[in-house]
């Protein structure tokens, strides 16, 4: 499985939310894809103001300051 964080270089919360994505990556199986929101103009629209942005299965997990607890919620509810 995928697991998708929206973000931009030079972004101390979206390393921090890469950091967690890590984290949880021993309690649960899932690659992360990092995307740059910068890359795509579509992306810099919907998520310029929210990143970093956590997406699995095409729903957001949590945005902006992630909370370890509230992915690891969600990863859960996903059977990951």
Do not use: R, W
């Amino acid at each position: 499985m995928t697991v998708k964080l929206y973000g931009k270089e030079n972004c101390s919360i979206c390393t921090d939310a890469k950091m967690i994505l890590e984290l949880l990556q021993t309690e649960y199986f899932f690659e992360i894809d990092e995307i740059d929101i910068y890359e795509d103009d579509t992306l810099l629209e919907k998520y310029h103001l929210i990143i970093p942005v956590i997406e699995v299965e095409g729903e957001i997990a949590d945005f902006g300051k992630v909370d370890y607890d509230k992915v690891a919620n969600f990863l859960k509810t996903k059977n990951y």
